[in-house]
């Protein structure tokens, strides 16, 4: 049974930063993404990056703020997020699967994290 457990979301100040976490068990390598979701709003496509670490892609609205990564040895992925704005203020899930942008690509969700910024 696979199982990913995000971590790392809270109340921020617009300008700051946070780390995300999404630790997996139970699961093949496989490509790993990030999503968010805002109230009111579809869920969208944050970034994604391979399973051997060579290879990412980031929505327009997060390039150049956000980095992912991921610790295979942990069997955990990262989504650094800087110079946060209230616009970011959303549900973040993580996810494995297929290397893509669409929700479908993925096999597997996590429960999500709020991260919510203040202005």
């Known amino acids: 049974q696979v199982q990913l457990v995000e971590s790392g979301g809270r109340l921020v100040q617009a300008g700051d930063s946070l780390r995300l976490s999404c630790v997996s068990s139970?699961?093949?390598?496989?490509?790993t993404g990030w999503f968010r979701q805002a109230p009111g709003k579809a869920r969208e496509f944050v970034a994604t990056?391979?399973?051997?670490?060579?290879?990412?892609e980031y929505a327009d609205s997060v390039k150049g703020r956000f980095t992912i990564s991921r610790d295979n040895k942990k069997n955990t992925a990262y989504l650094q997020m800087d110079n946060l704005g209230v616009e970011d203020t959303a549900v973040y899930y993580c996810?494995?699967?297929?290397?893509?942008?669409?929700?479908?690509?993925?096999?597997?969700w996590g429960q999500g994290t709020q991260v919510t910024v203040s202005s």
């Open positions: 996810a494995t699967g297929a290397f893509g942008r669409n929700a479908g690509d993925y096999d597997y």
């Open positions: 139970g699961s093949s390598p496989s490509s």
């Open positions: 990056i391979r399973w051997n670490g060579i290879g990412t």
